[in-house]
């Protein structure tokens, strides 16, 4: 390797180096991405969460118009 003539020409030489190189993932990141994932996973079963959605009551019938209290008592 020759040496740079600028600076600028080691900046690109070592960012193309640095690009192209690859890099080790520690025992302690992978753990530590393994066990992230892991978490994610479990929420992602167990549901979104929130509020839960109104559920719309049907509306309750009107009494029967036979149960009024003018038909009871027929005689008045």
């Given at each position: 390797?020759?040496?740079?003539?600028?600076?600028?020409?080691?900046?690109?030489?070592?960012?193309?180096?640095?690009?192209?190189?690859?890099?080790?993932?520690?025992?302690?990141?992978?753990?530590?991405?393994r066990e992230y994932e892991a978490l994610l996973a479990a929420q992602a079963t167990k549901g979104k969460g929130g509020r839960p959605k109104k559920t719309a009551k049907k509306a309750a019938k009107p009494a029967d118009l036979e149960h009024d209290s003018l038909d009871e008592n027929p005689d008045e």
């Amino acid at each position: 390797m020759t040496k740079p003539r600028n600076p600028r020409e080691h900046y690109k030489r070592e960012k193309e180096r640095r690009a192209n190189a690859p890099k080790p993932e520690s025992e302690l990141m992978a753990a530590a991405r393994r066990e992230y994932e892991a978490l994610l996973a479990a929420q992602a079963t167990k549901g979104k969460g929130g509020r839960p959605k109104k559920t719309a009551k049907k509306a309750a019938k009107p009494a029967d118009l036979e149960h009024d209290s003018l038909d009871e008592n027929p005689d008045e």
